[in-house]
Structure formats: C-alpha cells, structure tokens
C-alpha cells in the first residue's frame, strides 16, 4: 500500500473548507463524486496539508476546491470558478478544466508526497 501526503500552497485564507476528490478514474476526474472507490471530504482550510493512507499505489488524479462559504460546491459565475481550485500536478490553467493527462499521477508503494498550488480567478 502507499502512503500520500498533500500539502496546499497558495490559499487566499483560510475561511471555510478545502473539498478534496483522489480518484483513480483519471479520465473521468471532474466526476470524482461519481467514483465509488474515490477517497473524497473535506477538512478545515486552516489545515494545510492532507495525509492519505492505505491507498493503493497506481495512476490517480487529485481535486481540490477551496469551499470559503462552506456551501459544499465550487461556485462559479457565467461558468468561472469564483472560489480557488487545485489540480494534482498543477497544470497550467487555460480556457476550461485541464485534461486527464495533465492531472494523473503515479502513487507509487510506500510514502510519497503531492503539492496542491490553489488558484484563483476571482
């Protein structure tokens, strides 16, 4: 099994929540709430840094939502995220959610560690 330790860099504050979605079904990482075998919650803002254990090594994809009004969602206006979001490998952000590929990353055996740079548009 491995171990995966998230660290969260650039929060704006640390009002509310971070929502968090590991999953292994990388093609499919916007609908990690859909994944049955998903690791996803959520933790206080303030927290900083996320330690999953037990999960099984292999290719996984990792969202992260800075939920500041505690509302359970990523709000957005005319389709823009108004509250920060983070992709696991922090692929630039263009026009729309990063591809499959440039989130997915391997969890191999044993500790390893992860950096979540949150960004904000608003």
Known sequence: MAELTVSV???????????????RRTAQYLD????????????AASVGTL???HVAPGEWALL???DSNM??????RFGIPREGF??????????????????RFEIPAGESHQQIKMRYIF
């Open 9 to 23: 860099a650039g929060l704006r504050d640390h009002k509310g929540n971070l929502l968090f979605c590991l999953t």
């Open 86 to 103: 983070g992709f696991s490998r922090n692929p630039a952000i263009k026009f729309g959610a990063p591809s499959a590929d440039d989130v």
């Open 71 to 76: 509302n359970g969602k990523l709000d957005k």
């Open 51 to 53: 330690d999953f254990q």
């Open 64 to 66: 992260m939502i800075h």
């Open 32 to 43: 990690c709430d859909k994944d049955p075998g998903a690791v996803h919650g959520s933790v």
